[in-house]
C-alpha cells in the first residue's frame, strides 16, 4: 500500500456556527478543551472585549507550543496542558465559572496528516496513535502485550466492528512472527481479513478508530468532562460539543437528555429509573456542515454539534 493520503488544511469546524453558539458575552470566561490549533479559539478571542477571558486545554505538545504562542499574543490567553477533564482545575485557577464551554472531539487534521503520530491507515509510520507522545502506552506497545478477547472487545466496543474477533485472530497470530509496529502493517493487516466490501472507506477505519479512542482514553475524559461541566458552567453559561462518530454523539445526545428533563417515561408517564432534576435546556437541534462548508473541508462532512445552557 502506498502513502494516497492527501494533505488538509487545518480548517476548524462549523466555526460560525460555534461561534453563534458558544459566545454569549464579550466579558466572559471561556473553555476552548480541544484547542489543537486555536482556529475556534482565535475567532472568539476577535469576539471578547478586554475583559474576556479564554482558556484552552490540550495534550499535544505541538499544539501546546502553538498556545503558547498565542498566549504570548493575546494577555486574555491561557493554555493548560492537559486532558479536558480537569474543569475543576481551570474554574479554580481563574476564580470563576465558565460561560461557554468548547469540545472538539476526536483527531485533528494535522494529527492524521502527520505520518509519525501513526493516526492515519493511508500514511506508513510508527504505530503510536498517543494524543501526548511523551507518556503513556502507544497503540503498537499495547497491540503486543493484550490478549486476544481483550483486542477484540476493544475494536468492536469502540470502532462497532462486527469482525472485531476475526482481525483480534490475525494480530495474535501476527505477533507471533514479528511485532506490529507500523500503521501500514496493521491497515494491510485489516485488509487482508475483511478485503474491501465498503466503497469509498477503508477496512481499517473502524479498528484505526477503536484503536487511537482506547490509547488515549477518549470516552473516559468525555464522561468526566460532561459531569465535571454541570458544576463549573455559570448559571445560563453553555455547553457546545463537536463529535465525529455515533459512539460520542450518543454519549452526548443521552448526557443532555438525561440532564434536561426529556428522559423516556413508562406507563402513566412516571420515569423509568431515578429521575435527574433539570439542569440543561438543549439549544436548538443537532447541526452539521453545510454544503458550502463540505465543499471545503471534506471532514466536517461526520461533524455533528450539539449544543445546551445550564439552567438554574
Not at 487534521?109 to 505520518?115: F, G, N
Not at 485472530?169 to 506490529?180: A, Y
Not at 490509547?215 to 464522561?223: P, R, S, T, V
Request: with cysteine.
Amino acid at each position: 500500500m502506498t502513502d494516497t493520503g492527501k494533505q488538509y488544511e487545518h480548517l476548524p469546524v462549523l466555526l460560525e456556527e460555534v461561534l453563534e453558539m458558544w459566545f454569549s458575552r464579550s466579558d466572559g470566561f471561556y473553555v476552548d478543551g480541544t484547542f489543537g490549533r486555536g482556529g475556534h479559539s482565535r475567532a472568539l478571542l476577535a469576539k471578547l472585549d478586554a475583559d474576556g477571558r479564554l482558556t484552552g486545554i490540550d495534550r499535544d505538545p505541538l499544539a501546546i507550543a502553538e498556545g503558547e504562542a498565542l498566549a504570548d499574543e493575546d494577555r486574555r490567553f491561557h493554555i493548560k496542558a492537559s486532558r479536558f477533564d480537569c474543569l475543576p482545575d481551570v474554574v479554580a485557577e481563574q476564580g470563576r465559572p465558565i460561560d461557554g464551554l468548547l469540545l472538539d472531539l476526536g483527531v485533528s487534521s494535522p494529527q492524521l496528516d502527520d505520518a509519525a503520530r501513526g493516526f492515519s491507515f493511508l500514511r506508513d509510520g510508527p504505530l503510536d496513535m498517543r494524543m501526548d507522545p511523551t507518556s503513556g502506552e502507544s497503540a503498537a506497545d499495547w497491540l503486543a502485550r493484550a490478549e486476544e478477547k481483550e483486542i477484540a472487545d476493544v475494536l468492536y466496543r469502540y470502532g462497532e466492528e462486527r469482525k472485531s474477533r476475526w482481525i483480534a485472530k490475525r494480530i495474535c497470530e501476527t505477533r507471533k512472527e514479528q511485532p506490529i509496529t507500523r500503521t501500514l502493517q496493521l491497515a494491510d493487516l485489516i485488509e487482508s481479513v475483511l478485503g474491501r466490501s465498503e466503497p469509498g472507506k477503508h477496512p481499517a477505519t473502524r479498528s484505526f478508530q477503536a484503536l487511537r479512542i482506547h490509547i488515549n482514553g477518549e470516552l473516559d475524559a468525555l464522561n468526566k468532562v460532561l459531569e465535571q461541566s454541570l458544576e463549573t458552567l455559570a448559571i445560563g453559561g453553555r455547553l457546545a460539543i463537536i463529535s465525529f462518530h455515533s459512539l460520542e454523539d450518543r454519549i452526548v445526545k443521552l448526557f443532555i437528555r438525561d440532564h434536561s428533563g426529556r428522559a423516556p417515561k413508562g406507563r402513566g408517564g412516571l420515569p423509568l429509573g431515578d429521575e435527574l432534576p433539570q439542569r440543561l435546556e438543549p439549544v436548538g437541534k443537532a447541526i452539521r456542515a453545510g454544503k458550502a462548508e463540505l465543499k471545503v473541508n471534506v471532514r466536517s462532512r461526520s461533524a455533528v454539534l450539539r449544543v445546551a445552557e445550564k439552567v438554574a
